[in-house]
């Protein structure tokens, strides 16, 4: 069974930073595209950052100059450092990864983990 497993969430001040991460687990033969979405209350879930396999990497316009996405593949880890928190980047932060199993690719999700950003 894979399981992405998000950590790192918590309580920061405006202008603070946070790093989450998020490791996967399981039979695993490679991993593809790793990503960070956030959902904030009553709001759709966005798509954040993506890394891909190869380590390019793309920003949604509203954390870009701010977060960073980056891999640990050895590791099956995906950070994201999120600098010069906002108010607004208040929001449950969710892993998605493209994993390879014996079976062939699927997207798996995290739990989420919660980010809270006081003013």
């Known amino acids: 069974q894979v399981q992405l497993v998000e950590s790192g969430g918590g309580l920061v001040q405006a202008g603070g930073s946070l790093r989450v991460s998020c490791v996967a687990s399981g039979i695993i033969f490679g991993i593809g595209a790793m990503r960070w979405y956030r959902q904030a209350p009553g709001k759709q879930r966005e798509l954040v950052a993506t890394?891909?396999?190869?380590?390019?990497?793309n920003y949604s316009n509203s954390v870009k100059g701010r977060f960073t996405i980056s891999r640990d593949s050895g590791k099956k880890t995906v950070f994201l450092q999120m600098n010069s928190l906002q108010p607004e980047d208040t929001a449950d932060y969710y892993c998605?990864?493209?994993?390879?199993?014996?079976?062939?690719?699927?997207?798996?999700w995290g739990q989420g983990t919660q980010v809270t950003v006081s003013s």
């Open positions: 998605n990864a493209d994993i390879l199993r014996r079976d062939g690719w699927r997207t798996y």
């Open positions: 890394i891909t396999r190869d380590d390019v990497t």
